[in-house]
């Protein structure tokens, strides 16, 4: 028998016009992983009222993830309202693809991902795919049937959205390319012990994808494996960080020595954001944000 705990989130954002009692016109971004869940909610307008932050202590992650997030979900007065308008929820697993829209078949779905992976698929999970209709890829990403199943029930007969934390990110940096004057746009996507690897070229997605390192010189390698493979110069070219990095962490003074043109990102100008952000860095939560982002 499992105690239900008490989980507090590390940041609340909550904008006095958000009214969980009316949420039919308004849309709930979830983000979830093995160890956390961030909530985002935007009102009929688009503009982000509402922000929460959850990190899931060691001794639940080594529990499944829908037994944890009942926890969060108890008499929390945002997720438990409803009807939304939508929900989308972006999922951090482990296997993603990105398959150009002429070679894609939905029947070869778990293909593409066994051929990524080196292994099929367990049985509790199946191949998802969104569709980034206007860059003419798919996704393909892995997502277990009872997390799915969980959401079913919470919110039933409602629009769930399924994308990855990757399709989010992949449309953030686009609303951020083009408000960009430079041609080429490289951003840096930080969280535990990954960093996400954006290039766009043009406005054209030329790059992307994730790397997993345990200590500052792995990190430094692949950032530079990957802009030495798309021939772009470390003495000129402009990197944008985001996620979790801050000016004090070992890996923005290393990455430094070598890219003297790093900065920290803005928050995307495709999403209205209220006053109540004010105080938050611009470049946290851009996966969060890029959810916000993918309106139909």
């Known amino acids: 028998m499992q105690t239900a705990v008490t989980l507090a989130p590390t940041v ?8 969980p009692a009316h949420t039919e016109k308004s849309v709930l971004c979830l983000e979830v992983g093995r160890d956390r869940l961030r909530l985002l909610v935007q009102d009929a307008g688009g503009r982000a009222l509402c922000l929460e ?11 499944p993830l829908t037994s944890v997030l009942p926890d969060v979900f108890r008499n929390h007065a945002v997720l438990a309202a409803g009807p939304w308008q939508e929900i989308r929820i972006g999922v951090n697993s482990p296997s993603f693809t990105l398959v150009p829209k002429p070679l894609f078949r939905k029947e070869y779905a778990g293909s593409y991902l066994a051929f990524m992976r080196g292994s099929s698929l367990p049985a509790h999970e199946f191949a998802q795919t969104h569709d980034h209709e206007a860059e003419g890829f798919l996704s393909v990403f892995n997502v277990e049937h009872q997390l799915v ?7 039933p007969l409602q629009p769930l959205r399924y994308v990855h934390q990757i399709s989010a990110l992949l449309q953030a940096t686009a609303d951020l390319d083009r408000h960009t004057l430079t041609p080429d746009s490289v951003y840096l996507y930080f969280e535990d012990e990954y960093v996400t690897i954006i290039f766009r070229k043009a406005h054209k ?8 390192y345990k200590n500052v010189q792995d990190l430094v390698y692949y950032v530079l494996y ?4 798309q021939q772009l110069s470390v003495d000129t070219v402009h990197i944008a960080l985001y996620g979790e990095i801050t000016p004090f962490a070992e890996a923005f003074t290393e990455l430094k ?3 003297p043109h790093l900065s920290f990102g803005r928050a995307p100008a495709g ?7 004010n105080d938050l860095p611009d470049h946290r939560y851009l996966s969060l944000y890029g959810l916000g982002l993918m309106s139909e």
Request: net charge negative; hydrophobic share 40%; aromatic share 20%.
């Open 271 to 277: 999403l209205a954001l209220a006053a109540d952000f």
């Open 12 to 19: 609340t954002i909550r904008s006095n016009s958000f009214d």
């Open 205 to 212: 997605l030329q790059y992307c994808n994730r790397f997993g």
């Open 149 to 155: 199943d969980y959401f079913s029930e919470v919110y």
């Open 53 to 63: 932050d959850y990190a899931f202590p060691s001794l639940l992650t080594e529990r």
């Open 257 to 259: 020595r070598f890219l």
């Open 226 to 229: 990957a802009l030495d493979e």
